[in-house]
């Protein structure tokens, strides 16, 4: 069974940085890309990075291009969101996704940043 | 970046009822679609992907079609447990998008 575990997430200041953890378990991760997708409150859907399987490709969308940092560590099965300078408006709950081809297949509970003074 | 426009944004049904769901695309992307289910409080799920084609799992009653800009979601006979916000995404540029989303409810 395919499963996807984040956690690092709570309450910062703006400006601060906070870095996600993604555990996944179920398939063999080494071989899929990997995304984060978030969603603020009440709000709809935001794809935030996506990562080749080896690490070396990185997308981002401008909201985030800069500020945010995804990674991978195929020997633990583990993906990673680094995220610097953080804004009010990066408050959300963060998913953590399995990428198929270039849809989301599995996702996570997801885990909330809230960014606040 | 491709702008997805999903409506109605809102869309009352009685359980029974079938009903379909647009997704718009700013641009053509061909079959590049896929389309999601979130409960409240819950993860959003896989239903369709590339425009029409099926997912393990998911019951027969959701289906989808279109191509280049105009794509559907189509619920037949709907059930208390579809009651839901459902989600577009593109994948025909490597910037994904979604749509901003529909949601069903309860008339």
């Known amino acids: 069974e395919v499963q996807l575990v984040e956690s690092g997430g709570g309450l910062v200041q703006p400006g601060r940085s906070l870095k996600l953890s993604c555990a996944a378990s179920?398939?063999?991760?080494?071989?899929?890309?990997m995304a984060w997708v978030r969603q603020a409150p009440k709000k709809g859907l935001e794809w935030v990075a996506t990562?080749?399987?080896?690490?070396?490709?990185?997308y981002y969308p401008d909201s985030v291009k800069g500020r945010f940092t995804i990674s991978r560590d195929n020997a633990k099965s583990s993906l990673y969101l680094q995220m610097n300078s953080l804004k009010s408006e990066d408050t959300a709950t963060y998913y953590c996704?399995?990428?198929?081809?270039?849809?989301?297949?599995?996702w996570g509970q997801g885990v909330m940043v809230t960014v606040s003074s | 970046n491709i702008v997805l426009t999903q409506s109605p944004a809102t869309l009352s049904v009685t359980p029974g009822e079938s009903v379909s769901l647009s997704c718009r695309a700013s641009?053509?992307?061909?079959?590049?679609i896929h389309w999601y289910q979130q409960k409240s409080n819950e993860s959003p799920r896989l239903l369709i992907k590339?425009?029409?084609q099926s997912i393990s799992g998911i019951p027969s009653r959701f289906s989808g079609s279109g191509s280049g800009t105009d794509f559907t979601l189509s619920i037949n006979r709907v059930e208390s447990e579809d009651f839901s916000i459902y989600y577009c995404?593109?994948?025909?540029?490597?910037?994904?998008?979604f749509g901003a989303g529909t949601k069903l409810e309860l008339k």
């Open positions: 590339y425009a029409s």
């Open positions: 996704a399995r990428v198929g081809t270039h849809y989301f297949d599995y």
């Open positions: 990562i080749s399987t080896s690490g070396s490709r990185t």
């Open positions: 641009q053509s992307i061909s079959t590049s």
């Open positions: 179920g398939f063999t991760f080494s071989n899929y890309y």
């Open positions: 995404q593109q994948s025909y540029s490597s910037l994904y998008t």
